[in-house]
Nanobody, 122 residues
Framework: QVQLVESGGGLVQAGGSLRLSCAAS????????MGWYRQAPGKQRELVAT???????NYGDSVKGRFAISRDNAKNTVYLQMNSLKPEDTAVYCC????????????????WGQGTQVTVSS
């Protein structure tokens, strides 16, 4: 029904920047909140940022002040601008979205992308 595809990951030096994108594709759906989570090897999944359909934002403590989340509702896309990157930011970053089918808007599903690797070198 809906797919989320992340892009923009890669290798960057400490102090550098990257911008991640996540585009939702499919048909007959609407999207509520969207967000980014990350998971590093040997660590639990961690909240990065979320953004509602009306642009209310919440950041995880570890990225507040360095990362910025935004969205383009017309493109069904959420972005994550990452600045002042640190080696500890190295992780697989996954996009998530709350999706409602047009046929049954009372029902809501959670969707996840496959993730994009971000590696920050020292």
């Amino acid at each position: 029904q809906v797919q989320l595809v992340e892009s923009g990951g890669g290798l960057v030096q400490a102090g550098g920047s990257l911008r991640l994108s996540c585009a939702a594709s499919g048909s007959d759906f609407s999207i509520g909140s969207m967000g980014w989570y990350r998971q590093a090897p040997g660590k639990q999944r961690e909240l990065v940022a979320t953004i509602t359909s009306d642009a209310r934002i919440n950041y995880g403590d570890s990225v507040k002040g360095r990362f910025a989340i935004s969205r383009d509702n017309a493109k069904n896309t959420v972005y994550l601008q990452m600045n002042s990157l640190k080696p500890e930011d190295t992780a697989v970053y996954c996009c998530t979205a709350r999706v409602r089918p047009r046929s049954s808007p009372i029902v809501e599903y959670g969707y996840w992308g496959q993730g994009t690797q971000v590696t920050v070198s020292s």
